[in-house]
């Protein structure tokens, strides 16, 4: 059945060509619990490098690497709030490059000074 737009707007399959407001559904939701999720696991790395750091007592190494897992952290927990905020719009911005790369750069740091705090 090859029906015209105003047959399909009318069984509510389309929208109109004057440009309704897009249902997002529960996506942006969805999204926003999966930042949440990240920041958690994010966090629990983080004080777990605390306990590893300060476990067999403070050296300038540990410290060294509390110091920057703290940084990274931060800057994570930064990128992760904005992006929350952001994804409270109605129609909310596409995450930018530099967004990705600065929370996908915090993870790998992250990772690595967990590795260097074992050590």
Do not use: N, Y
Not at 54 to 72: E, F, H, I, P, R
Not at 93 to 114: E, I, N, P, W
Request: glycine share 14%; charged share 15%.
């Amino acid at each position: 059945m090859g029906g015209t737009a105003a047959g399909d707007e009318a069984r509510g399959g389309g929208t109109a060509a004057g440009g309704e407001a897009r249902d997002p559904g529960l996506q942006p939701e969805r999204t926003r619990l999966a930042w949440r999720r990240t920041t958690l696991s994010c966090t629990v790395v983080a004080v777990l490098g605390i306990k590893l750091a300060l476990m067999d007592g403070a050296t300038a190494a540990g410290l060294t690497g509390l110091a920057l897992s703290a940084l990274v952290w931060i800057g994570f927990l930064a990128v992760a709030h904005r992006r929350i905020r952001t994804l409270d719009a109605a129609r909310p911005r596409v995450l930018s490059v530099r967004a990705a790369l600065l929370a996908a750069g915090c993870t790998v740091a992250l990772a690595v000074c967990g590795a260097a705090l074992t050590w």
